[in-house]
């Protein structure tokens, strides 16, 4: 066999192997993993561009609750300082302090709205049931948002340590594992509201 029959032979051979050792498929699930946290984001974003809204309306109905309405701006400016871009996805501690801050501030609206369930006032005024339910919805698609990011990390990790693609995960791109989204620490507790304290 000549030398050029051989080289005609294995360039789709090698082409083959190629294509089967991650080359297009490790970007383009790396890809899904950033385009999932972008959309992560996005609702973390809506959520944060509510709040003034929602602190706003809730001033004019209670003034004593001043404490629980600066926590929650307090809580919003920590979460809105915490900045999480698709290149900071495979280091634990980044993924770790942007959750913790999402939760602090998920955590202060969780009181914000149950503190308020005892005005009657507040809670039959449009706006705040308005802005209540657009919170509430948010809230879900954030759930959303997080299970879809972290089941295309799965994927992604998974890709990159099982053959065949490991090997292009590693000599083409050194591909490094995303960290999924966990929830903050006691985040499973729901806030508690008790109006029987003395103040």
């Known amino acids: 066999m000549s030398l050029l ?28 993993v950033n385009a999932a946290w972008a959309n992560v984001q996005s609702e973390y974003q809506r959520r944060a561009d509510l709040i003034p809204n929602l602190v706003n309306t809730v001033k004019g109905y209670a003034t004593q609750e001043r404490e629980v309405l600066t926590e929650v701006t ?36 969780g009181r914000l709205l149950a503190t308020f369930e005892a005005y009657p006032d507040l809670k039959s005024n449009q706006n705040f049931l308005t802005l209540q339910s657009q919170l509430e919805g948010t809230e879900n698609s954030i759930l959303v948002a997080r299970r879809d990011y972290n089941e295309t990390v799965r994927q992604y990790n998974t890709r990159i340590r099982t053959f065949p693609d490991a090997i292009g995960a590693k000599i083409f791109y050194g591909a490094e594992a995303k960290v999924p989204f966990e929830a903050a620490t006691g985040s499973q507790n729901a806030p508690t509201v008790d109006f029987n304290t003395a103040t």
């Open 5 to 32: 029959r051989r080289t005609g032979f294995l360039a789709p051979l090698a082409a083959l192997a190629l294509a089967g050792c991650g080359l297009n498929s490790v970007p383009t699930a790396e890809e899904q």
């Open 74 to 109: 307090e809580a919003r400016a920590r979460a809105s300082s915490i900045q999480l871009n698709a290149d900071d996805l495979s280091d634990p501690a980044k993924v770790q302090a942007f959750a913790n801050a999402q939760g602090q501030l998920g955590g202060s609206l």
